[in-house]
């Protein structure tokens, strides 16, 4: 094909997936123009970008999630195709339907495909269909009773989901038939403001289970292949937090198992470009289906770094026309990678968002480590969108130097002026049950106690800074007295 796919590429999002997407596209000769809203004028992505156009006002409902604004930079542009990255509009079927009738390539799946497996009861027939096995779940709730009668007959607990639901939003954990008024109305409202659809559906609970999941790439010729898998289990409100590849629990007799399941559920859909198929494994060693994401995950990172695959590059060019040359049989994966997603949150406040100015930024370097960013120093975190601030990654011959190696990154790592994730990740990575693989979707809830017993470094110079201060002004008597 053409060395390059597409003359422009408008990137219909922010932050670090959208610095993340400029770089191939550079790569490719590819121009990439970019949208923002009134707070990121002075963001990372559109400093990066070649082309950027003002969406509207911050919040995302005014720029990034209005259609109408997305399609009028992207045409006034005069891009040839979209990327949508993940959240946003990224896994909204209307508008891949509305970028297509203004003439322009949706880089993802089709509408279709997007309807059938964002609606998760229509998305648990069609893997059924294909052989792939789900948990015991009810798809149609009208009422309490149903998941009482549910629970007691499949064992408590049980999880209450948003069909229209992902990234954890709307998902209620129910231990016991008294708790079931209470969270289902919960997750229905939950559900009505985060996807305008209140409509739930319930799922057996897999106490202990292990959050795995296999990302593929799909041609429009009918070839599919997997890429391996990802471990997601270290997780803080059903939303992941740690990631790696491959997972320490899998044989190659499972992996081949889930892998060949993925391939021909895959194909019998009929999906193009790249997605995920998440599964639940619980302690007897069986997977369960979850979901399949029909975009690019925050963690395709750590697949990329163990299969010399970019997979965003990979995306540009299957949505162009070309063919996957590569057979499952030649995909090799080496070694093993972890990535750790730094958040604009206070761990030791239930993880409650933090906005500010970024008043001093260390980001790190060097060998067998890889940073994706979407911040600089002095740059203002916005109150409106996701917390993700920045993504550490890194790579080694085996898991226990992968882990040395991320241990290093994070001490290098510093963030002043916002609270963040980086002192909680450091504790994940020294902790016993981890360093031996032994972990499980519960792991941040059962140790949170222990992995926020820690002083933030930012404070105790703020100490030292107040109390060198006081000297200056009151001599050695601090309270002046």
């Known amino acids: 094909m053409k060395s390059k796919p597409f003359g422009k590429i408008f990137i219909a999002n922010r932050g670090e997936i959208a610095c993340r997407a400029i770089r191939p596209c550079r790569e490719l000769g590819v121009r990439a123009v970019v949208g923002y809203s009134d707070c990121d004028e002075l963001s990372l992505h559109v400093k990066l970008a070649d082309e950027s156009v003002r969406l509207g006002p911050s919040p995302a409902s005014m720029s990034y999630l209005d259609i109408e604004a997305v399609l009028r930079a992207a045409k006034d542009s005069e891009c040839d195709a979209i990327f949508p990255g993940y959240g946003f509009l990224a896994e909204n079927p209307d508008f891949v339907e509305a970028v297509e009738r203004e003439g322009m390539v949706f880089i993802g799946p089709s509408a279709r495909v997007m309807r059938i497996l964002g609606d998760k009861i229509a998305a648990r027939k069609a893997l059924t269909a294909s052989g792939v096995p789900v948990t015991p779940g009810l798809n149609d709730v009208e009422d309490a009773e149903q ?3 549910f629970g007691d007959r499949v064992g408590w607990p049980v999880i209450i989901k948003a069909t229209a639901g992902g990234g954890g939003k709307g998902m209620q954990k129910v231990s016991s038939p008294y708790e079931v008024e209470e969270k289902l109305e919960a997750a229905r409202s939950v559900a009505e403001k985060a996807f305008g659809k209140g409509a739930v559906y319930v799922e057996k609970f897999i106490t202990g289970g292990r ?9 429009r010729y009918g070839r599919v292949i997997h890429l391996g898998e990802r471990e997601c289990s270290i997780q803080r409100h059903h939303q992941k937090l740690v990631e790696e590849a491959p997972s320490s629990l899998l044989t190659p007799e499972v992996r081949k198992k889930m892998g060949d399941v993925v391939v ?3 194909k019998d859909i009929g999906y193009e470009t790249a997605g995920t198929l998440e599964f639940l494994v619980d302690r007897d060693g069986k997977f369960y289906a979850l979901e399949v994401n029909t975009r690019i995950q925050v963690e395709h990172t750590v697949t990329e770094m163990i299969s010399g695959f970019d997979i965003i590059r990979k995306m540009f060019k299957i949505a162009a026309g070309e063919r996957l040359s590569l057979a499952q049989e030649e995909v090799k994966m080496r070694g ?5 997603r730094i958040n604009a949150e206070d761990p030791k406040n239930g993880f409650a968002p933090s906005f500010g100015r970024i008043s001093f930024l260390r980001q790190i370097s060097g060998p067998f480590v890889r ?4 911040i600089y ?7 409106f969108y996701d917390s993700l601030l920045a993504k550490i990654c890194s790579v080694g011959k085996d898991r226990k130097t992968a882990i040395e190696r991320m241990r290093r990154a994070l001490r290098e790592y510093e963030i002043w002026g916002v609270k963040t994730t980086i002192p ?8 016993p049950d981890f360093v031996k693989g ?3 979707t519960g792991f941040i809830e059962e140790n949170i106690a222990g992995l926020t017993e820690y002083v933030e470094v930012e404070e105790e110079i703020f100490k030292v800074a107040k109390f060198v201060a006081e000297v200056s002004a009151f001599g050695r008597n601090i309270h002046g007295a």
């Open 424 to 431: 909680l990740l450091r504790r994940i990575m020294d902790h």
């Open 377 to 383: 120093q002095g740059w203002q975190v916005p109150p």
């Open 264 to 266: 021909r559920a895959m």
């Open 211 to 219: 959050h795995i999941e296999f990302q593929f790439l799909a041609d």
């Open 147 to 149: 998941i009482i009668k």
């Open 336 to 340: 093993h990678a972890i990535q750790c």
């Open 371 to 374: 940073t994706e960013s979407g």
């Open 438 to 440: 032994e972990i499980h």
